[in-house]
Every structure is written in structure tokens, then in C-alpha cells.
């Protein structure tokens, strides 16, 4: 299973999380969920507007505060990876398409 990540502007491939990389978001995802209702998983598609973007990377630096980095190096470094991708499509106001299987 994977989830693939598009630009929404010319539907571009951008990255791919498999499963393990989307277990260490799972914990992102779920406050996602929970602020706005909406579902990132690895069964559905979903856009992500730039305000919901945001809602992302503020939900990241929340878990950063909050969690001992060093625990989980390796998922450390998925966030921090994930995080950065997010900013450079904020920063482009380019909305962001997940598509499941």
C-alpha cells in the first residue's frame, strides 16, 4: 500500500509514503482528522488546500514540542521530511492531492 502525493496544479508526482513512513504520520493524520474532519489514510484521495497545509505543518510543530525526538530518530527524520515538503508547496500556494490505493 501506498499513498502518493500530487500537485493539484499539473497533477505532477511529488512523493510516496508506504506504509511505514505513513504509520510515523499516522499520529499527524489523526489530529488532522480530528481538527477539520477530514482523512488522510492509505484507502482514500484527498486534496489539501494551502490553509489546510498549514493546519499541517502547525500540527507537526505541535508533535515536535511535545515528543522526545530523539526516541525515534527514524521517525524524526520522516516528519522533519514530510514537514519540509509541506512548507516548499505553502510557500508555492500549490494545493496538494493524496491518493491512496
Same mark, same amino acid.
Given at each position: 500500500?501506498?499513498?502518493?502525493?500530487?500537485?493539484?496544479?499539473?497533477? #505532477?508526482?511529488?512523493f510516496?509514503?508506504?506504509?511505514?513512513?505513513?504509520?510515523? *504520520?499516522?499520529?499527524?493524520?489523526?489530529?488532522?482528522?480530528?481538527?477539520?474532519?477530514?482523512? @488522510?489514510?492509505?484507502?482514500?484521495?484527498?486534496? @489539501?488546500?494551502?490553509?489546510?497545509?498549514? *493546519?499541517? @505543518?502547525?500540527?507537526?510543530? #505541535?508533535?515536535?514540542? !511535545?515528543?522526545?525526538?530523539?526516541?525515534?530518530?527514524?521517525?524524526?527524520?520522516?516528519? *522533519? #521530511?514530510? !514537514?519540509?515538503?509541506l512548507? @516548499?508547496?505553502? #510557500? !508555492?500556494?500549490?494545493? *496538494?492531492?493524496?491518493?491512496?490505493?
Amino acid at each position: 500500500m501506498a499513498l502518493d502525493i500530487h500537485r493539484t496544479d499539473t497533477n #505532477e508526482y511529488i512523493f510516496g509514503l508506504d506504509d511505514k513512513r505513513q504509520n510515523n *504520520l499516522a499520529i499527524i493524520f489523526e489530529q488532522f482528522e480530528k481538527r477539520n474532519g477530514r482523512r @488522510i489514510d492509505l484507502y482514500g484521495d484527498t486534496v @489539501i488546500d494551502t490553509g489546510n497545509i498549514k *493546519l499541517l @505543518i502547525q500540527l507537526i510543530d #505541535e508533535y515536535i514540542q !511535545k515528543t522526545d525526538l530523539n526516541k525515534s530518530k527514524n521517525q524524526t527524520s520522516i516528519v *522533519l #521530511e514530510f !514537514k519540509g515538503l509541506l512548507n @516548499i508547496f505553502l #510557500e !508555492k500556494r500549490i494545493a *496538494l492531492k493524496f491518493l491512496g490505493d
